[in-house]
């Protein structure tokens, strides 16, 4: 009986926390950001956050360089501010950085380079310029009540909590009926 009460609760107790396991398995994490390193210079980076905008859109410039020596932070298709330093790294492995804000020009759709020199080295990263969104605006206004769609679940994202909430307490009630019906049988 001791056994079948231990087995039944460690069953319960799996079924319980695998669900919320699995669930945080599938949240986005943190991924790498994008960097452009040459093999020339190995202690210098550059990197353009986000890697894709609109015109007029902004995006953010970080580099890095060991030498003495930065000049020309430069794009076709940016409008680059004032590089601020973000202070000396503790690591002599890596690179001093700066960073600084840019307005993406009115440009042609396509990859375009960001590039500056480190040291004599020339450090170029690549960044795309998307086609200008087009706002469309509604020639007739609608009459009468929306018509919409409708969803397979509830539209907030609780779905897959609560259902792994039920399966929890399902799993531990069913245990506890089995251990209830052996111990009448006794």
Known sequence: MKKTAVV???AAAFLVLAPGAALASTTPSATPEPASEQAGV????????PKVARPGGKVEIRLGCAAESTQGLTSPALTIGTLRRTGPQNDPAVAPAAVTTAVVKQVKPGVYP???????AEITAKFTVLGASAAKQVTKVPAGAPQTGGTDGPSDG?????????MGVL???GGGLVL???ARRR
């Open 171 to 173: 799993a531990v009630g």
């Open 8 to 10: 039944a609760g460690a």
């Open 180 to 182: 209830a019906r052996r």
């Open 42 to 49: 190995p202690k210098a980076y550059l990197r353009v956050l």
């Open 158 to 166: 609780s779905g897959p909590l609560a259902a792994a909430a039920a």
């Open 114 to 120: 960001v590039s500056f020199s480190c040291g004599g």
